[in-house]
C-alpha cells in the first residue's frame, strides 16, 4: 500500500489524468452483523424497571468488526461495477473499459479514486 498511492499519482501527473479524492464519513453504519452481539444499557440510558435489559446490535458501529465488515459490503458493489482488486496490493481496484482506465484506492477510511482517459 505504501507504494501504490505514490506511484498512481506520479502516472497520473504524468499523463495529465483527473483525480479525485473523497471521504466517507458514515463507512461503518452500512456494514451488517451476521452474529448476535448485545450491549449492556449505559447508566444514562437506563430506563426505570428494566434494568435488567440489553440492547442487539444491528450494526457493527464502533465495533472492531466494523471496518472488515464494510469491506466486504464495499466488494460487493465494486465488482459489479466490474473493477478487479489487484493481486499485489487488496487496497487498489482497477477497470478498463476501451481505452481509459479507472483505478480505485482505499486507504483505511479514506479513497482516492482516478478515471484515466488519454486527452486528445
Known amino acids: ?29 452500512n456494514g451488517f452483523i451476521e452474529e448476535e452481539i448485545y450491549m449492556d444499557q449505559q447508566e444514562s440510558f437506563t430506563y426505570v424497571g428494566e434494568e435488567h435489559k440489553v440492547f442487539r446490535l444491528q450494526r457493527y458501529y464502533g465495533l472492531k468488526q466494523a471496518s472488515r465488515s464494510w469491506n ?16 499485489f496490493d ?4 482497477k477497470k478498463i473499459s476501451g481505452n481509459s482506465h479507472a483505478y480505485l484506492v482505499l486507504y483505511m477510511e479514506t479513497s482516492c479514486s482516478s478515471k484515466m482517459v488519454p486527452r486528445c
Open 72 to 87: 466486504i459490503c464495499f466488494e460487493e458493489t465494486i465488482w459489479g461495477y466490474d473493477f478487479i482488486k489487484n493481486e
Open 1 to 29: 500500500m505504501a507504494k501504490s498511492i505514490p506511484m498512481l499519482l506520479a502516472k497520473e501527473a504524468w499523463y495529465d489524468y483527473e483525480i479525485w479524492q473523497m471521504d466517507v464519513k458514515n463507512a461503518f453504519l
Open 90 to 93: 487488496p487496497c487498489v481496484y
